[in-house]
């Protein structure tokens, strides 16, 4: 299950404002405008903070028992 950014109140009102402007401050839905903004801020958000791929697989350290092992044969 995912959870969806908290995306600030004044930030959307903010953006939903400026399609407004955008559109010509013609007559439109405030409510389409809030949720296209709301939308367009939370996949902002979430590209930012998605995670890059490893290039390289992740070392680990030999376990205790191995390490054990090894001093004992002489290793």
Same mark, same amino acid.
Do not use: C, G
């Given at each position: 299950m995912?959870? @969806?950014p908290n995306?600030?109140?004044s930030a959307i009102a903010q953006r939903a404002y400026e399609i407004?402007?955008?559109r010509g401050s013609d007559n439109g839905d405030p409510q389409a405008d809030w949720? @296209?903004?709301e939308t367009e801020l939370r996949n902002?958000?979430?590209q930012?903070?998605?995670k890059e791929p490893l290039k390289t697989a992740p070392k680990f350290a030999p376990s205790a028992r191995n390490t054990r092992a090894a001093r004992s044969a002489g290793m």
């Open positions: 995912s959870t @969806l995306i600030d109140h407004y402007l955008k949720l @296209l903004a902002a958000q979430t930012t903070t998605k």
